[in-house]
């Protein structure tokens, strides 16, 4: 797979942690090894998304798509293989 690399000083990165201060936010690429594990599941996301947020981590479910959707943030919601949301945007 071809991931992009990303600065923790992109202002992309900046932007939604200013917006979703409480949340753990990643970068896709340094969610290499889970994204490679489930390539039928996210393979066409890639190109289009740079971050991913795991149900796991998330502290507001309802509030990132609130955010998300207030800022025309473009996001898919997914579901792994245990049935927990990822939210790829």
């Known amino acids: 797979m071809n991931f992009k690399q990303y600065n923790p000083n992109d202002s992309n990165y900046k932007h939604i942690t200013n917006l979703l201060p409480d949340e ?3 970068f896709i690429d340094d969610c290499e090894i889970f994204f490679n594990e489930n390539p039928d599941l996210y393979q066409p996301y890639l190109e289009d998304y740079e971050f991913v947020i795991f149900e ?3 502290h507001d479910y309802n509030n990132i798509l609130k955010t ?3 800022n025309n943030i473009k996001y898919e ?3 792994d293989e245990f049935n927990l949301s990822i939210i790829i945007f």
């Open 24 to 26: 753990e936010i990643h």
């Open 56 to 58: 796991y981590t998330i």
């Open 77 to 79: 919601i997914k579901k």
């Open 68 to 70: 998300l959707k207030n």
